[in-house]
């Protein structure tokens, strides 16, 4: 038995609070917080394609909007494979 063991049977816990092992409120923060981030990415491949429409033949504003599509369509894919990740370890542990 280590020094530790003897220390953790000399301590008195009884008076400390029990914490509920309920996880139901963070598996809704979390698909909250995925299902915002998503919607915004979305949105962004949205705007993209009407800055891309309304270019007009601009090869600026045409690489600027395809950048947006792009890299909206990227944080989609991180956003996506962020929620697999989260879902695996949290609720595969439950």
Do not use: C
């Not at 280590?2 to 809704?28: C, F, M, Q, R, V």
């Not at 601009?58 to 369509?73: F, G, M, P, W």
């Amino acid at each position: 038995m280590t020094l530790l063991h003897i220390i953790a049977e000399i301590i008195d816990t009884s008076g400390l609070p029990k914490p509920a092992a309920d996880n139901s409120y963070w598996d809704t923060v979390l698909d909250l917080v995925f299902a915002i981030a998503a919607a915004i990415a979305g949105l962004m491949v949205v705007i993209g394609g009407f800055r891309y429409i309304l270019a007009h033949g601009d090869s600026n504003a045409v690489a600027q909007a395809r950048k947006t599509i792009l890299y909206s369509i990227v944080g989609l894919v991180v956003i996506m494979v962020a929620f697999s990740i989260v879902t695996f370890v949290i609720r595969g542990i439950m």
